[in-house]
């Protein structure tokens, strides 16, 4: 069982960056594809971006150029690092694994307990 855990969460103003971290305990994370996604109160749950096993990146548009996605294999680690965050971007962020990849969340496996993220002044 791949257990995921997210770190980095908080209250940002907006125009500011936050840093998230996925973790895994058991599983070399290096064999999967691991995605992150939102869900904001009343709305579902959408992909943000991957990192396929393959080393190939996605990103939803509203994101494009201010995230990016990348690993960190000295820590088992996938990292989102956000920039030039907006108040649409506050959600709960979640990471999950997933053997495919891709922006559709009914793709991955495993899932973390998501770490909330707020933007606003």
């Known amino acids: 069982q791949v257990q995921l855990v997210e770190s980095g969460g908080g209250l940002v103003q907006p125009g500011g960056s936050l840093r998230l971290s996925c973790t895994a305990s058991?599983?070399?994370?290096?064999?999967?594809?691991i995605g992150w996604f939102r869900q904001a109160p009343g709305k579902e749950r959408e992909g943000v971006s991957c990192?396929?096993?393959?080393?190939?990146?996605f990103f939803r548009d509203s994101v494009k150029g201010r995230f990016t996605i990348f690993r960190d294999n000295a820590k088992n680690s996938v990292i989102l690092q956000m920039n030039n965050l907006k108040p649409e971007d506050t959600a709960v962020y979640y990471c999950?694994?997933?053997?495919?990849?891709?922006?559709?969340?009914?793709?991955?496996?495993?899932w973390g307990q998501g770490t909330q993220v707020t933007v606003s002044s």
């Open positions: 999950a694994a997933s053997r495919s990849g891709g922006l559709g969340p009914n793709q991955y496996d495993y």
């Open positions: 058991g599983y070399n994370l290096d064999y999967f594809a």
């Open positions: 990192i396929g096993d393959d080393g190939r990146l």
